[in-house]
């Protein structure tokens, strides 16, 4: 089946250190996503790739990075995790042709601890 | 800018029960209207979606209409399970590349 994986499900790392998120897409879809979600809330969109060309949020911080070597990898880095990065990060694709872009398709999900 | 208004939860039912969740939005232009459902500890999955008004979504029972004049889009089960306890989030995309602007999310509670 075409899927949207993330690795790992779960990951814990510590206040400071630096951390690398995965996603892997069979889907072929040419926009990728990276959520940031807390308990008890929605989503909130921390940046998103049209094909290689990055988009990130205004009020992303910089302590977020993204890579996308290929299409169907992508990378979320965070730099310096703090307390209040401990969070679900959700990834998510879709395609956008001829202008019109269809729905999002999500994985499990990376629940992040930091101590 | 553009928002989704949902209510707010936990809505607790009884087997069997019907279900009934609001949403309405604001939006320049004509969104397409979608019902994500996240099941405890996971990725979020999509229910159904509309893109154009009077459109009507459908899948695993449950529906939603389009409805421009009202700007809503609520979501119906006629008759809810145990397993449809999850969390519900209403969400627009209104631009070009699909960016989903999300409502706070409705936590349903199904009992036996």
């Known amino acids: 089946d075409a899927m949207v994986i993330q690795n790992p499900r779960y990951q814990v790392t510590q206040f400071g250190k630096p951390v690398t998120l995965s996603c892997s897409q069979t889907?072929?879809?040419?926009?990728m996503y990276w959520y940031q979600q807390k308990s008890s809330q929605a989503p909130k969109l921390l940046f998103h790739y049209y094909d290689k060309d990055f988009n990130n949020e205004a009020d992303t911080p910089d302590n977020f990075q993204s890579r996308r070597p290929n299409t169907s990898f992508c990378f979320l880095d965070i730099r310096s995790p703090g307390l209040g990065d401990a969070a679900m990060y959700l990834c998510?694709?879709?395609?956008?042709?001829?202008?019109?872009?269809?729905?999002?398709?999500f994985g499990p999900g990376t629940r992040l601890t930091v101590t | 800018g553009d928002s989704v208004t949902q209510m707010e939860g936990p809505v607790t039912l009884s087997e069997e029960a019907f279900l009934t969740i609001n949403c309405t939005y604001t939006a320049t232009g004509y969104p397409s209207l979608f019902w994500y459902v996240q099941y405890p500890g996971e990725g979020l999955q999509l229910l159904l979606k509309a893109t154009k008004a009077d459109d009507k979504g459908s899948n695993k029972g449950f529906e939603a209409t389009y409805r421009k004049e009202t700007t809503s889009f609520h979501l119906e089960k006629g008759s809810v399970q145990v397993s449809d306890s999850a969390v519900y989030f209403c969400?627009?995309?209104?631009?070009?590349?699909?960016?989903?602007?999300f409502g706070a999310g409705t936590q349903v509670v199904v009992t036996p």
């Open positions: 969400a627009l995309s209104s631009d070009s590349w699909g960016k989903l602007q």
């Open positions: 889907l072929n879809h040419n926009v």
């Open positions: 998510a694709t879709s395609e956008d042709s001829g202008g019109y872009t269809y729905e999002q398709y």
